[in-house]
């Protein structure tokens, strides 16, 4: 059985956190190295997380203040 990469199981764990209400909308998520070095995995990888889940809605960029999450009312839900 094929396993899931990992830039998928850390999304997909954000979005749990947020469903368990663990995250609120306009929570700041930490950096990109912070995220990384918590999930031991490269930023690289933590990157693809947050273009995946700024795909979905489920964050939002500010340049220059962080990322952050969003009301998942506005999430995109994937078919």
């Known amino acids: ?3 899931t990469p990992d830039y998928i199981r850390i ?4 979005i ?3 469903e368990a209400r663990k995250l609120k909308p306009e929570d700041k998520l930490p950096s990109i190295a912070q995220m ?5 995995v490269g930023t690289s990888t933590i990157q693809m997380v947050y273009v995946r889940l700024e795909a979905l809605r489920v964050i939002r960029r500010h340049q220059g ?3 952050f999450v969003t009301d998942p009312k506005t999430w ?4």
């Open 1 to 3: 059985m094929p396993t």
């Open 11 to 14: 999304a997909d764990d954000l």
């Open 16 to 18: 749990a956190a947020v």
């Open 36 to 40: 990384a070095a918590d999930y031991k």
């Open 65 to 67: 203040k962080g990322v």
């Open 76 to 79: 995109m839900r994937e078919p």
